[in-house]
C-alpha cells in the first residue's frame, strides 16, 4: 500500500506542564523537540503501521528543516519536492504544543505555507493507493497545491480524505466555501471533530468520520437512493491506559483508517496519546 499525505510538515515543541503556568514565572516542565505538522503525522503513523507513506509539504533550508527532513527520515517517510530545490527565503513551519498534568494539550502554530510556486510530479500518484489531506493546506490561501494533488489522484482512481483540521481555519473560510472545496477534491472521507462539523455543516461525502475523543468516535455513511440520508454508527475508543499527551491523536487515527480502517484507527490513536509528541518513535 502507497498513501501520500499533502499539507504541512512542521517542528513541533512539546512543551508537558507539571502544573499550570505562572504570569510572569517559571514553572517545571519537560520540552520535547521533534517534528509534527498533520500530513507529517499522518504519514510517519502510516509508515509505523508498515505501508509505503510520504508527504508533500513546504520545507525551508532553515535549521527547523534540517531537523523535519532528519525525523522524518528516521520513520521511513519520503518527502516529496515540489520547488525543485528552490527554496530562497523559505521558512520551515514550527507548532508549540502545551500538554496539561491531565495530558489536554492547547497549540499554538506558526504555519508558513508555500513561499514558492509548487509544481507537481505527475509520477507521484502513479501507483498510489489513498491521497491524504490536510485541511490546514486545503483551506489556506486558494489552496491550490492541495486541490491539484486530489485531481491527480483521482484521475488515477485514488482514494482521497480530507481532514478539517481546526474549528478556526474552518470559520475563517467559511462553512459553504470548505463544502466546496471539499468536493472539488473528490473526498470519500473526511474526518472532523465534533466542533469542526457542526463549524462546516452537512458534507456530500461518502462517508463522515467525527472523532469523539476518549468517547471514540461516530462514522456516518451516506445512504438512500438520491444519497440524502446519512446513518451513523457510534464506535467506543480502545483502551489508552495512561493518558500522557493527545497531541497527534487525530493525526494516528486517521492513518489507522487508511491502513486498516475503524478498529486500527482506534487502536493507533490509542497509542499515540500514551507517548509524548505526534509522531510514533523512531524504528518502533
Known sequence: MRVLAVGDAALDVVVELARPLEPDDDVPARITLSTGGQAANVAAWCAELGVEASVLAPLGDDLAGAVVRAELARRRVSLLDAVAGRRDGMSTA???SLVTAAGAR???SDRRGWQRPAALDPAWFDGLDWLHVSGYELFAGSGTVALAAATSARRRGVTVSVDLSARTAVEALGGAEVARRVALAGAEVVFATVAEMEATGELEVPTAVVKLG?????VG?????A?????????PAAPAGVVRDTTGAGDAFAAGWIVGGAGLALETAARCVGQAGAMPPPGG
Open 214 to 218: 476518549a468517547g471514540g468516535c461516530r
Open 221 to 225: 455513511v451516506l445512504g438512500g437512493p
Open 94 to 96: 514550527a507548532i508549540a
Open 106 to 108: 492547547s497549540m499554538a
Open 227 to 235: 444519497g440524502s440520508r446519512r446513518s451513523w454508527s457510534e464506535l
